[in-house]
Nanobody, 125 residues
Framework: VQLQASGGGLVQAGGSLRLSCAAS????????IGWFRQPPGKEREFVAAIKWGSRHTTYGDSVKGRFAISRDNAKNVVYLQMNSLKSEDTAVYYC???????????????????WGQGTQVTVSS
């Protein structure tokens, strides 16, 4: 599966952006799609995940209430709506797909099989 992430850019603090992650192949109902980010000079961290065949979503603590993950099954696309952006949200954002993930492992990047190329999000204060 190839993933194409897009939608990043420069935005002022308090603004919004919507990231997209398009998959080249069919995503099956048991797959998880995750968003991760890597701030400059820091380790990669979990942002959000969604199970393709359900409405089950999970968020990292730092983005709860501000970010929303959703999917369009017909288009094979996952979105990450980011609102009330802060300077600490500045990072390269990656989407990933995992076929063997369970609820307890969905926040673990190492459990995902395929990764997109990343899209830069810069929030100016």
């Amino acid at each position: 599966v190839q993933l194409q992430a897009s939608g990043g850019g420069l935005v002022q603090a308090g603004g919004s952006l919507r990231l997209s992650c398009a998959a080249s192949e069919r995503i099956y109902n048991n797959y998880y799609i995750g968003w991760f980010r890597q701030p400059p000079g820091k380790e990669r961290e979990f942002v959000a995940a969604i199970k393709w065949g359900s409405r089950h979503t999970t968020y990292g603590d730092s983005v709860k209430g501000r970010f929303a993950i959703s999917r369009d099954n017909a288009k094979n696309v996952v979105y990450l709506q980011m609102n009330s952006l802060k300077s600490e949200d500045t990072a390269v954002y990656y989407c990933a797909v995992g076929s063997r993930i369970i609820t307890s492992t969905q926040t673990m990047g190492a459990q995902y099989d395929y990764w997109g190329q990343g899209t830069q999000v810069t929030v100016s204060s």
